[in-house]
């Protein structure tokens, strides 16, 4: 998965430089995650997207909507040829993930609203007796957003306890870090108290990522919250821990040296 | 309510039709914000519990888990007070169910003016105007009780993101056993080619006693009851402007955004002819429901008024 994750950086960091903008540090960040999910802990489908029983991924944070493209071609969604096309006209790969894309859930671009609508997914399954699981990718800037505690509250209440929210804890926001915009600490705290089982992992070590998602597919009467350690633009030196790269492309020369270090 | 029919409660009409809806569509599920009572779901939640999800005073979570349950196949009835409902989570409505165009159907009450004594900030007089601006949403404001029951079933069968716009006062009924409401098609409840009244929810009613008023005059005013805002039976509204030759919209919302706004839109472009638009120019206060539309203008008399205007600017 190491390779993988290694050919879909290159990816990331191709389809921004294509596509002229859009947001590498968090789809850096979110890789390993991921493709954790897709290939090792996920049941779904990619010859048919919308198979009842699919586990579902929801990208709450949809700015990092190339991370999850590159992982959807990898895995079979649609042609990998298609990434060139990320936020250029008549495109299915949209700025945000939108559900026009073969495998994306939701709509997004709207930080906060992504753990609501997993939970619509959740209470649904329980509704028609299915078993799949649920995974929200929230931001931890994204968790300066009311409604994301609107709905963890909701889903403790309602014993959705096939949900997992993960945060990709890099510590970096839209402007400068999270303890500078918005202090989130103790979130691991914070989640228990909503009344969610708190796992907490390295989010670049598949070791602890598969051990980790693993046992929270183990029900256990609550939703699960995993808080999962990234950096933000891991894998390229000088994205990584930098906020100036949260939204924007690399240049061609910037391109070059990033693709190097993934090589 | 001025007129002298029978009122009856469009909300406890519509807490009793969805019930009665409830082996019939077995995807229906039902979503409120603690203001089930209010809003008559307190019926199916003691019914089917099973199908019913309570999400407190929070309502942009309401909104996000309805458009989850959806893109799952259900059909989520969300209800909550018409301010709370649109206006609270509108970026929810706009992201998570209208770009998608989800099967969501959101059923409002204590809309506009007639929430009466909790005042300003629960009287939602611009729900129309937000609902109407999201591209793909139906947006219906009943007239009365009977009109309420079957809108609630079009909204079931209808797919795509849907808005119901009922009262919290009961509303006088204008319609007969035998009415059928046909989505998107306005209904010509009186006819008449001196000046058209084009009217919505509880200004049906009063646009009907306007008529009455302007009969005694010698004025012969055709009503249309336009429960469908979006999309509009542009083709009614176009006629009534081409047969009488000047328009008076009614409604029980803010004049930005509203009936006046849609109708308006479509004469400048298609028929062009004098509009006179009744409606509320700001936001309002605390008192009964029944003073405030005097003291804002929702009556017979400013509606038999606002069509003298109209015919005298025919030319
Ligand atoms: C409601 C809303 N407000 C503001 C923004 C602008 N915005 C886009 S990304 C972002 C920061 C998100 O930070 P984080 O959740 O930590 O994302 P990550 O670090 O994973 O990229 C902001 C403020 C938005 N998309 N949505
Ligand atoms: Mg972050």
Redesign the pocket.
Known sequence: MQAIAKELRRDVVQTIYTGGSG?P??SL??MDILVTLYFHVMRHDPANPRWPDRDRLILS?G??SAGLYAVLAKAGYFPKAELPTFRKLNSRLQGHAHPMTPGVEMNS????MGLSFALGCALAARLDKRRYNVYAL??????D?GQVWEAAMAAAHHRATNLVAIV?R?R???DRT?DEVMKLEPLAMKWRAFGWRVLETNGHDYTALISTLERASQRQGRPTAIIAHTV?GKGVSFMENNPSF??KAPSAQELEKALQELA | MVSKRPNASTRETYGKTLLEMAGEFPDIVVLGGDLNVSVFTHLWRDKHPDRFFDFGPAEQNLVGVSAGLAASGKIPFVSTFAVFGTGRPF?QLRVLVAQPHLNVKLVCTHAGLLTGEDGMSAQGIEDLALTCSLPGFTVVSPADSPETAQVIRAAAVTPGPFYVRLSRAATPVVHGPGYRFNLGCAETMRDGSDVAILATGVMVSVSLDAAELLAQQGINARVINVHTLKPLDEEAVVSAARDAGAVVTAEEHYIHGGLGSIVSQVLGQKRPVPVEMVALEGYAESAPAQELMVKYGLTPQRVADAAQRAIKRKG
């Open positions: 947001h540090g968090g960040s979110e944070k700015h990092a671009g709207s930080l906060g929230l931001g931890d800037g994204e968790c957003e990709d890099n970096i926001q839209n999270t933000k949260h939204g | 970026d």
